[in-house]
């Protein structure tokens, strides 16, 4: 049974951009379909063209029919859902074109409001400016940012300063959207519910861990904002640190929105500031170059119409280090790309070998145990353990076999990661949201990193389309005498 949350105004600035119209409008789809949107509740999304009601309603049907999975349009859901979805014209950096937003809002003065800002980050602060000068942020509204906030902290900062000029802290929701995926949170779940992992969670134990998160895909029309930001401020500041402190935390004293925030923080403060030396070794920037992917050529990145002299990575591999008593000489491996040869985001902690080997294996390699997270595609959990290949030779042999914790393929449809994220902010749970001083903290540590690499520190190295990135990211991981790890 689901429990409906409280009615509410849900309103997306930038209603009909790629990211409201791809994820966040099936995602309300979902929640209501399921019953977690009470009935009078109003989706209103705002548009910079002249926009009616029906053109509207005909634009989010046909999206939904794009992007929902093929058996989940389904007639009746649709129609419950159409009676919610509202639009209303407005130029986000025209203070005067908020009146009719402001006229449809206060015909229910005391509805909780939600304004989700998916818009560029230059408009949070006239949004939030016009929110106030219309008198539409009462004690019942929040506001909810899209990644990125800033592309340093400096710029994170002045955003955030704005932005608190009219909502309060509680009320500010920093969206990464990696925290809402499903097997995201059931690192919180397995390593505070199990105490299995609990006293081989450090650096006694664990050799090292690796983040990676790769896309087969490419910019998809997103050049102008890629061009800004590359693979480091696009993944690795926000969505692999989190990543990182979820696997890192201390238990948190209660699953309360700050305890666990207060925990990711202090692993975010514990990194290990990277000198311009440490910058030089322990970094690697990728461009890719023309390919094949799924045996379809592909062009290169610039070849996809940017500026020949762009020094944007679309791949980056960094060793992080996190300076506190658990993980003391414990690297953390973090890689991102796109265009690599397949998607998939996984976190794989390897523990340490055994101490003393005293099987043969025939020559045979005895692997370390390790736990295999799987995001996507799939999401799963294996732990990887050696035990005794069957039969009766003499000696004895030994493979890898996994402990699979895959969820069942009858379990329920898993939610999408906007679909947790959403219903947490009607109901008013900032657990999954990042603290401003969390975001604040990720800058502080990728700032020393980017201003090396814009003064050139670390060249562009080229990778094809359909590789697993640079061998200069093979290059790091083997100095330390490790190796990215291969499913085989
Ligand atoms: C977004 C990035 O935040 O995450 C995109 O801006 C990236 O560049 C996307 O493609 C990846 O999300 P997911 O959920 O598909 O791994």
């Known amino acids: 049974m689901s429990e409906t949350a409280n009615v509410c105004d849900i309103i997306i600035f930038g209603g009909h951009g790629d990211l409201s119209l791809r994820k966040l409008i099936p995602a309300l789809y979902h929640l209501c379909s399921d019953g977690y949107l009470a009935a009078p509740s109003r989706i209103i999304a705002t548009s910079r063209e002249e926009t009616s009601r029906e053109e509207h309603v005909a634009l989010v049907r046909e999206k939904l029919q794009l992007f929902l999975k093929s058996d989940c349009f389904i007639e009746e859901k649709w129609e419950a859902f159409e009676k919610k979805l509202e639009v209303v014209t407005l130029d986000l950096g025209i203070d005067e074109s908020y009146e009719a937003l402001a006229n449809m809002l206060g015909e229910f003065p005391e509805r909780e409001r939600v304004n989700y800002l998916s818009t560029a980050p230059s408009f949070f602060g006239p949004i939030c400016k016009a929110l106030g000068h219309w008198g539409l942020i009462t004690p019942q509204s929040r506001v909810v940012l899209e990644k990125p906030i800033g592309r340093d902290l400096v710029s994170s900062q002045a955003i955030n300063d704005e932005v608190s000029r009219y909502f309060e802290e509680q009320a500010i929701f920093r969206i990464d959207h990696y925290l809402g995926k499903d097997t995201v949170q059931n690192i919180i779940a397995m390593r505070f519910s199990n105490m299995l992992f609990m006293p081989l969670w450090n650096g006694q134990d664990i050799d090292h861990i690796q983040i990676t998160a790769a896309e087969s895909v490419g910019l998809e029309g997103r050049h102008s904002y890629y ?117 998939y985001t996984e976190i794989v902690v390897q523990f340490k070998e055994v101490p003393y080997q005293i099987f043969a294996n025939k020559g045979r390699c005895i692997s370390p145990n390790r736990l295999v997270i799987m995001l996507q595609p799939e999401e799963s959990i294996k732990l990887k353990i050696m035990t005794k290949t069957p039969g009766l030779s003499e000696q004895m042999h030994l493979q890898e076999m996994a402990l699979d914790l895959n969820i069942p393929e009858n379990a329920p449809r898993t939610p999408e990661a906007y679909e947790r994220l959403l219903l947490d902010v009607i109901r008013n749970n900032a657990t999954l949201f990042m603290r401003r001083d969390e975001v604040e903290a990720a800058w502080k540590w990728a700032d020393p990193i980017l201003s090396e690499w814009e003064a050139g520190a670390v060249p562009l190295k080229n990778y094809a389309a359909g590789s697993d990135g640079p061998s200069s990211s093979i290059a790091m991981i083997e100095r330390d005498g490790r190796s990215w790890y291969e499913e085989l």
């Open 227 to 343: 061009e800004d930001y590359g693979a480091f401020r696009d993944m690795i500041q926000n969505h692999l640190m989190q990543l990182l402190c979820l696997v890192a935390m201390e238990p948190p004293c209660s699953l309360d929105a700050d305890s666990i925030r207060d925990e990711k923080v202090k692993v975010l403060r514990s990194l290990r500031p990277f000198t311009p030396d440490d910058v030089r070794e322990k970094t690697v920037r990728g461009r890719y170059k023309a390919g094949v992917i799924d045996a379809q050529k592909v062009p290169g990145y610039l070849e996809e119409g940017v500026s020949s002299d762009s020094n944007t990575e679309t791949f980056a591999a960094v060793r992080v280090d996190v300076d506190n008593w658990r993980w003391k000489g414990v690297p953390f491996y973090l890689r991102t790309g796109k265009r690599m040869s397949k998607r």
